[in-house]
């Protein structure tokens, strides 16, 4: 695997640098904050990415095709694994496994993440209705997957609360409550990389958990390397 380091003073000068070296396809392998260094009084901290264009095929050997067959077969146990925990069920779910075999893995996925039985029936049998449509048709059909992550959204009400449709210059401001351990963090750690990385939008992020040991240098270590602006309230 090539690999190639890069430095910069915040996260999008480094993305693109690996942009460039790379190209749009470089797998990021790692992302750390480098520390200025005590000797240089002018220094400054910077973000090290680690990305690759990838695994290189003729460093494979035998160990990697060992660990192929391994992986089939844990993927197999899996598999029938779930047949026998769906087949005893009801909504149909008997007619998937015998008609559409390929589903099986996805629907108990579905019930593993706490979908009801008749939810996720519906979700297999329309993702099913859209693909076998599709190639009747003609067109070239995508992954099931993808048919089914499309009918899952079917069911979601989303709303864009960052859109602006004026000029505007009041910001947002988006407040997460929720228990401890529940995603919080990493939610607006991923809204924060989007906003900022995509949209380019100016982005600050406030904590105002002062209950949680290391909550706030959790969140103010997710800003650095995004290089946004993080307080604690």
Known sequence: MNKQVFQAPNIQEAMASVKEALGPEAMILSTRKVPKSPRDPYGKDMIEVEASL??????QGKSSDVSGSGTELKDELMNIKDMISIAGLGYGMHNIICEKSHSVKLLASLLRAGVSEKKAYSIIHKASHLMEA?????LEADSFKK????????????????????????PHVAAFVGPTGVGKTTTIAKLAAKLSLKDKKRVGLV?????RIGAFEQLKAYASIMGLYCVQA
């Open 54 to 59: 990838g695994q290189d095929s003729g460093t």
């Open 134 to 138: 599709d190639l009747e048709a003609g």
């Open 147 to 170: 048919y089914v992550m499309k009918e899952c959204i079917r069911w979601v009400e989303t709303v864009d609360f960052f859109r602006r449709d004026n000029n505007s210059t009041v």
């Open 207 to 211: 904590s105002v958990d002062n209950y």
